[in-house]
């Protein structure tokens, strides 16, 4: 599966974004796409995910993430969507959208990443 992320960019503190991640390739019925995140200096984190065929949604454990951002997915467009709402600096990162097959603990494919800057 090849996977190509997009809607990066700069925005103010307490604006939105919405991430996309454009799938091809086999099917997506077995697998879980999420996002993750790696800001600078920092080791990339886990974000939020989906389970493709049912739309099983799991968010980070920590608080920075819940309630404010939401993981879609559209099944026709082959498409996974984050929605980034009061966005802060903290979540300045780049963000990538990444496969793996349903039951696995890696994710073991990867898109190239879209930076979100979010200014003060």
């Known amino acids: 599966v090849q996977l190509q992320a997009s809607g990066g960019g700069l925005v103010q503190a307490g604006g939105s974004l919405r991430l996309s991640c454009a799938a091809s390739?086999?099917?997506?019925?077995?697998?879980?796409m999420g996002w993750h995140r790696q800001a600078p200096g920092k080791e990339r984190e886990f974000v939020a995910s989906?389970?493709?065929?049912?739309?099983?949604?799991?968010?980070a454990d920590a608080d920075s993430v819940k309630g404010r951002f939401t993981i879609s997915r559209d099944n026709a467009k082959k498409t996974l969507y984050l929605q980034m709402n009061s966005l802060q600096p903290e979540d300045t990162a780049v963000y990538y959208c990444?496969?793996?097959?349903?039951?696995?603990?890696?994710?073991?494919?990867w898109g190239q990443g879209t930076l979100v800057t979010v200014s003060s």
């Open positions: 989906i389970l493709w065929s049912g739309g099983i949604t799991r968010y």
């Open positions: 990444a496969t793996k097959r349903r039951g696995e603990s890696r994710y073991d494919n």
């Open positions: 390739g086999r099917t997506l019925s077995n697998y879980v």
